[in-house]
């Protein structure tokens, strides 16, 4: 749906809602440098979704805020108007101390959930420590989400004594109670399993849902984490969850079924545990594809066209171009894109010398050791195929990790010959979707794999399963001698199907079926 749609739609439908969206990821970042201010938007799929959303509803955007300039750039209670100019809608931070971070979003989240919930054989490092942090900095992001819904009135360190602040905080319950009948909060990942639980615990009427980025793992994975009672027990206090596929719905019932004395009823897929009802929904998240295709049609794009032919990412001269587009993690099938490159150059040798590929991204979440490992790993297989290779001023690999803007990373989509989107397993993977949607002269195909969660709708790019170099070396090919019609035939399938279900759809979807509990 339009924009003007999803606007209409929520006003008539849902009335005045009250949206707080929570995230660890703001969408903007303000760094210092130098005496000046730097303004940063985000990347990832989750704020880069999300965004649209808010900038339409004008709510208020809980996150960590992780830059160097976060707190000089907003007021004393952490907010700021964005976006700067426009200011359409509140970001609120919240500022964690370092042992906070490396608990809770280095350790908890990313050295626990984000492995077992991929299943891509990494092992979770189970340190104890991690869930206290997580606990604690859950707990931090549930405080300040009651703060914003009960946003009037002093704090208990404002000079009140005990007895008047529990008069005073039964009077913000009863306002409140009233008040967030038209408050939403809605969750966003991994990263706060157990914020419900808090908000609950203050006002049970407070509606409370999660939307969860990344896979949910089969029950037989997920056994092996500790903490897993606590972490149903958190997820469960929400009114709605919602997955990616409806796959990842059925692992999470199938969970509930067997770690909680929980029942779960599979014709309406919702659980009751400890008297509360929870509807597990899934909701394909999408992107903003008018706004990209307008875009990749505009002049804009077309004079950056002209400049990249003239800049110095790519040195190696090439007749076909093949691109991808990640952020540098394990789960991101890098390396088996590189043995399939090497497999490719070996079978199809005539490719040799004419095609390269180009990795663009952003290192990511380097503090953890599984990452420092597989980025010098990533670096040492690209030197390896560039040495088999190069032949005077041609190899084949390169690498470019610096976050460019919106507009050159679509540019990149348009001119490509070959877009590979291969990571080992995905929730969705919206680069999939944001290189469809820029494909607009149909000049390149999408290699997808089959274990994105876009693949469920993306039927018509060539799908692959990376772990089979074999394979994934002759999808490259295919890709690439594609003709023309055919190429066109497939990508406005894709389009289509993109558009019937935006970003917007997603988010209206989720914010009717939560308003309708
Ligand atoms: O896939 C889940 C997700 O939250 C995405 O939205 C985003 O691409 C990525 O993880 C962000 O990771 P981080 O915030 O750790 O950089």
Redesign the pocket.
């Given at each position: 749906m339009e924009k003007e749609r999803f606007n209409r739609l929520i006003e008539e439908k849902l009335g005045n809602i009250n949206l707080i969206v929570v995230?660890?990821?703001e969408p903007t970042v303000h760094e210092f440098s130098g005496k000046k201010i730097k303004t940063t938007r985000?990347?990832?799929?989750?704020?880069?979704?999300l965004e649209p959303i808010m900038q339409n509803l004008h709510g208020t955007w809980i996150a960590y805020g992780s830059g160097s300039a976060d707190k000089a750039a907003a007021d004393d209670s952490g907010k700021i108007k964005l976006p700067e100019g426009e200011e359409l809608y509140t970001l609120k931070r919240i500022f964690l101390t370092k042992d906070d971070i490396n608990g809770y979003?280095y350790g908890y989240?990313?050295s626990i959930l984000?492995p077992l919930c991929h299943i891509v054989y990494r092992q979770p490092v189970f340190d104890p420590h991690y869930f206290e942090v997580y606990e604690r900095v859950n707990k931090k992001f549930a405080d300040s989400i009651i703060e914003e819904i009960n946003n009037t009135g002093p704090s208990k360190d404002a000079g009140i004594n005990n007895a008047e602040q529990s008069k005073y905080t039964e009077n913000i319950k009863i306002n409140n109670i009233k008040q967030s009948k038209n408050t939403v909060v809605w969750l966003?990942?991994?990263?706060l399993a157990l914020c419900a639980k808090y908000i609950k615990e203050y006002d049970n009427a407070i509606k409370t849902s999660i939307f969860w980025?990344?896979p949910w793992p089969n029950p037989e994975v997920f056994t092996i984490c500790p903490e897993k009672k606590e972490l149903l027990d958190g997820l469960l206090s929400n009114d709605l969850i919602g997955f990616q596929i409806i796959y990842y719905c059925q692992n999470f019932l199938r969970t509930c079924e067997w770690e909680l004395e929980a029942r779960i009823n599979w014709a309406d897929y919702t659980v009751t545990y400890k008297g509360h009802v929870t509807k597990v929904m899934p909701f394909q998240i999408s992107v903003d594809a008018k706004n990209i295709n307008d875009i990749a049609m505009s002049k804009g794009v077309n004079d950056i066209a002209e400049n990249i032919k003239n800049n110095d990412i790519i040195e190696p001269s090439y007749e076909y171009l093949a691109l991808s587009v990640d952020?540098l993690?394990y789960t991101k099938g890098i390396i088996e894109k590189f043995k399939a490159i090497d497999r490719f150059l070996e079978k199809y040798s005539k490719f040799q010398g004419k095609f390269v590929f180009l990795q663009l991204g952003?290192i990511?979440?380097t503090l953890i050791e599984a990452y420092k490992r597989f980025n010098d790993q990533v670096l040492n297989l690209a030197e390896d195929i560039n040495w088999k290779y190069k032949t005077g001023d041609w190899y084949p690999i390169v690498q470019f990790y610096k976050q460019l803007d919106f507009q050159t990373y679509i540019t990149y989509y348009k001119i490509c010959d070959v877009m590979i989107v291969s990571p080992l397993q995905?929730?969705?993977n919206?680069v999939a979707k944001e290189y469809v949607m820029s494909n607009v002269d149909y000049k390149g195909m999408l290699v997808l794999s089959r274990f994105a969660g876009s693949a469920k709708e993306l039927k018509d790019a060539v799908l692959v399963n990376p772990f089979s170099v074999e394979c994934f070396a002759d999808a490259i090919n295919e890709a690439l001698i594609m003709n023309i019609r055919e190429k066109e035939r497939r990508t406005v399938k894709m389009q289509n199907i993109i558009m019937e279900n935006n970003i917007y759809d997603w988010a209206y979807n989720f914010l009717t079926a939560l308003c309708m509990i």
């Open positions: 995230s660890n990821r985000s990347v990832g799929g989750l704020t880069i979704a979003y989240s990313n984000w966003q990942d991994y990263h980025h990344i952020r993690d952003v990511s979440r995905d929730g969705m919206l």
